[in-house]
């Protein structure tokens, strides 16, 4: 079992940044994918990126490539989600996810934490 815990989010102007974080817990230790999801009112689940567990591969949805950055620290079973030059679109709720193994072109994880709020003002 694994428990993922969001924070970061908030209320920021377009153009503006965030950086959200995603702390593990539980056996996070071993070989794992993360990655970071949205999804705003009326919206299916959007996939945004995923970092591999050594963190030298990641994978970008077109819609973030450019704007967003992920990045790990294993040592905090951490990740986390740099977001600059946001817009209004991007206003949504922001979900971290995990799964065991090494595959970051797959979208099939396995735990989610609860979400943190994103909201960008016009």
């Known amino acids: 079992q694994v428990q993922l815990v969001e924070s970061g989010g908030g209320l920021v102007q377009a153009g503006g940044s965030l950086r959200l974080s995603c702390a593990a817990s539980g056996r996070s230790f071993s070989r794992n994918t993360m990655g970071w999801f949205r999804q705003a009112p009326g919206k299916e689940r959007e996939f945004l990126a995923a970092?591999?567990?050594?963190?030298?591969?990641?994978n970008y949805a077109d819609s973030v490539k450019g704007r967003f950055t992920i990045s790990r620290d294993n040592v905090k079973s951490t990740v986390y989600l740099q977001m600059n030059s946001l817009k209004p679109e991007d206003t949504a709720n922001y979900y971290c996810?995990?799964?065991?193994?090494?595959?970051?072109?797959?979208?099939?994880?396995?735990?989610w934490g609860q979400g943190t709020q994103v909201t960008v003002s016009s």
């Open positions: 996810a995990f799964r065991w193994g090494d595959y970051v072109f797959r979208y099939d994880y396995e735990y």
């Open positions: 970092v591999s567990w050594r963190g030298d591969s990641t």
